[in-house]
């Protein structure tokens, strides 16, 4: 069985033409080398790409049927290499890849910039009050609850007490740390909600493959890993969103043209978020692989005793 699928992955991989723009493909696997940073920012760029949300069904189904046919060897002549890495690059943006059911357009990874960047210029207008504040962090995590949740496998309203309690900052200096306060808030706010949006994984543990792909078990261990990583990755996130734009409309509030054109001041800092925004979620979740390794040593010792491989893989989710 195992010969005939080599064969049949030979074939297929044969009949793909070689480009020199795309690396030859392989199945299931990333199209950029993860062993380094660099590496996995290009693949999780391609994770992101908006334009992937406007990808119809007519075309997802036919870059499925285009994996498929290269899975059982029947991809017919002339498909190329760059064909392949986009068929597969459409099915992973939409497609969940546990479940492989569509996942509603807001929480996928590439909708994650489109449908995040306004509630991220409400986190950051200035002169808040407590409602608009409690508006804007509870819409901003129920987002982020969700987009844990379908990618899966409090202090900001006490710190701006403290804020205008302090009689010593300048105004100037005040509304600049008053911009900054979202950031705590935010990042301590997105642990939980991993946490929170992912704690089976933690009671029932995750499936840990080996080295062919082969179920070797479920590890809570390796559950526990996968969490860390991904709360880490959501602290880095806020980092340059939350930030940036501060420091940065800081600056452009102080020149001529928005000074004149104070209505300029929302569109310009929107299209500051965004760019901060689109830096910062490849940035963070380039940090650790999606398919995370782990010695078997560090696991269960039913995982051990049931492999011969020094390491598996688990998917640490998005």
Not at 26 to 45: M, V
């Amino acid at each position: 069985m195992a010969d005939t699928a080599t064969t049949a992955s030979s074939a297929a991989a044969s009949a793909a033409n070689t480009s020199t723009d795309a690396p030859p493909f392989q199945l299931g696997k990333p199209r950029f080398q993860q062993t380094s940073f660099y590496g996995r920012f290009r693949h999780f760029l391609d994770i992101i790409d908006p334009r992937t949300l406007f990808v119809t069904e007519r075309r997802l189904r036919e870059a499925v049927q285009l994996l498929e046919d290269y899975k059982h060897g029947t991809l017919r002549p002339g498909v190329t290499n760059e064909q392949l890495w986009s068929a597969q690059k459409i099915k992973q943006a939409i497609l969940h890849p546990d479940t492989n059911e569509k996942i509603f357009m807001p929480f996928r990874m590439s909708g994650y910039i489109p449908f995040g960047t306004p509630i991220v210029v409400g986190l950051l207008l200035p002169n808040q009050t407590l409602a608009s504040t409690v508006f804007w962090q509870w819409l901003n995590q129920s987002h982020n609850a969700c987009v844990n949740y379908a990618n899966r496998n409090a202090t900001k309203v006490g710190l701006n007490v403290l804020v205008q309690k302090a009689n010593k900052f300048t105004p100037a200096t005040r509304l600049l740390v008053q911009r900054f306060v979202p950031f705590p808030a935010v990042a301590s706010a997105n642990i939980c909600n991993v946490v929170l949006m992912r704690y089976g994984e933690l009671e029932e543990g995750i499936d840990v493959l080996d080295g062919d792909g082969n179920l070797v078990g479920s590890s809570k261990i390796a559950a526990r890993h996968a969490l860390l990583e991904t709360a880490l990755t959501r602290v880095v996130l806020p980092m340059p969103i939350l930030v940036l734009p501060p420091i940065v409309m800081s600056m452009l509030e102080k020149t001529a043209l928005l000074q004149a054109r104070p209505r300029l001041l929302l569109p310009v800092q929107s299209l500051v978020c965004l760019a901060a925004f689109g830096l910062a979620l490849p940035l963070a979740i380039s940090l650790f692989p999606q398919m995370s390794e782990i010695e078997t040593s560090q696991l269960e010792p039913e995982i051990a005793r049931a492999t011969s491989s020094r390491t598996v893989v688990y998917n640490k989710g998005l």
